[in-house]
């Protein structure tokens, strides 16, 4: 059976801060990774559902990334070029999951800062 977040109840942002002791959403996805990457259908219950799904697949781009990688040193390098590569996010040509997230609403300054990087 498909697992499912027990994030069900915490929805937006910022993210609270990170408490150590308890475990969050990438935990739960990483945790659960292998048993939900052999379902085909999932039924979204819940946004944390929509951010599990995204994270699966995250996770799973990263584990290709390491496939080739023989030594420590060249799977951290490997890791750490794909959190410097820009990702595609909703709405933008090349997201992965159109449609499972609606299109982020972009002010002017959020313009301004996509620009600067």
């Given at each position: ?101 609606s299109d982020p609403q972009i ?11």
């Amino acid at each position: 059976m498909v697992h499912h977040s027990s994030f069900v109840d915490e929805e937006g942002g910022p993210a609270p801060v990170s408490d150590q002791d308890r475990t969050d959403i990438v935990d739960e996805a990483i945790t659960f990774f292998r048993a939900n990457v052999f379902f085909r259908n999932f039924d979204i219950q819940s946004p944390a559902d929509k951010l599990l799904i995204y994270l699966t697949f995250y996770i799973n781009v990263a584990l290709k990334r390491l496939e080739g990688c023989r030594t420590l040193a060249e799977g951290t390098k490997a890791i750490i070029n794909l959190g410097l590569e820009k990702v595609p996010v909703p709405g933008e040509s090349g997201f992965p999951f159109p449609g499972l997230f609606s299109d982020p609403q972009i002010s002017e300054g959020s313009r301004a800062i996509q620009k600067l990087s």
